[in-house]
């Protein structure tokens, strides 16, 4: 993924250099790079947009954290499209949240919501997110409105959770060396309780495309036994990885850190370089004109099975728990 046009002056390395910013700043995108290693990246700090999104519906906290991990993956992914375009991550799985959708509307909207058995979250009492989630699949989809493409990419959910089946689809279908990290928490501060999230992707992009070495996919029908491609992995993708793991979820998530001094504590030995931040809002689609508009497109038959005991059609938003009611007559 290449970040946005336009460059900041370098954090910790040769001139031109200025200090990191100290100021820490909620619901943003910073992506950077570190052009010594071709690292490329982006980081995700998300507060009121994610909270928002976490408290429309009465979520248990093991859920709200799954749903938080899933808005900071959709955002590192989806902010590829700079201007215009919709980013879609979905989960179908046989867990016990059977599905996650999150949206992502360039330059920067987010909504999102999940669905889970409340019964079997209280007979299973999964310990993870991997748990939640099962086994199934995690399809990401790009829509751009420029030419009305469609891309959809599709991968396997193996127990595993959110950032490893990132992983997976970038080794598999992007063959582009990844690392994601994602963390969710919940803040108790004087105002009350809030939750929070953030998230890292790192990318190994020479330039030229020279230095990565290509990796055959696993062949699936090789004999018990018989010796799979090993391929050593380059020196500078290994450092930046090195230096991505010292990275810990309370940094990803804490307030008053900012976004540039915790990259520059990650890279500065080797120096980092940002980009023009985005800023990140909660916004749903959805508006009475929308639905009135599809009420419209059903038969008179189907709108008079919708109708409810008090003669009215009630329709209520996934993502964002907004009840509206249409008179049935407006439509004939």
Not at 58 to 64: F, T
Not at 187 to 211: D, E, H, K, M, N
Request: proline content about 7%.
């Amino acid at each position: 993924m290449v970040p946005c046009a336009g460059r900041f002056p370098m954090i910790g390395a040769a001139a031109p250099s200025r200090p990191a910013s100290q100021e820490a700043r909620d619901d943003s995108l910073l992506p950077f790079a570190v052009e010594a290693l071709d690292l490329r990246g982006r980081l995700v700090r998300l507060g009121p947009a994610v909270h928002s999104i976490l408290s429309h519906y009465d979520y248990p906290p093991i859920v709200a954290r799954l749903l938080g991990e899933a808005a900071a993956l959709t955002i590192l992914l989806g902010s590829l499209l700079e201007s215009h375009g919709r980013f879609q991550l979905q989960t179908k799985s046989d867990g016990v949240v059977d599905m996650l959708v999150v949206d992502y509307e360039a330059p920067g909207h987010l909504r999102g919501f999940a669905r889970f058995d409340a019964e079997r979250l209280k007979a299973e009492r999964p310990a993870s997110p991997g748990e939640l989630l099962g086994r199934g699949h995690l399809a990401l989809t790009i829509e751009r409105e420029e030419d009305a493409a469609r891309y959809q990419g599709v991968v396997a959910l193996e127990g595993a959770g959110l950032a490893e089946a990132a992983h997976n689809y970038f080794r598999q279908s992007e063959q582009i060396p990844s690392f994601v990290r994602l963390a969710v928490a919940e803040s108790v501060t004087p105002a009350g309780r809030s939750w929070r999230a953030g998230g890292v992707l790192l990318q190994y992009l020479p330039a030229g495309g020279v230095g990565a070495r290509p990796r055959d996919l696993p062949p699936g029908d090789a004999p018990e036994g018989a010796a799979l491609q090993s391929v050593p992995e380059d020196d500078a993708w290994l450092e930046g990885l090195s230096l991505a793991g010292t990275l810990e979820d309370h940094e990803l998530v804490d307030p008053s850190l900012s976004g540039e001094r915790l990259l520059y504590r990650l890279f500065h030995e080797r120096g980092v370089k940002v980009f023009p931040e985005r800023e990140i809002r909660e916004f749903c689609r959805c508006s009475r004109e929308r639905i009135e508009k599809m009420l419209a497109s059903f038969s008179s038959d189907e709108r008079r099975d919708m109708v409810g005991d008090d003669g009215k059609i009630g329709v209520t938003c996934e993502f964002c728990c907004t009840h509206r009611e249409f008179d049935p007559v407006q439509f004939e």
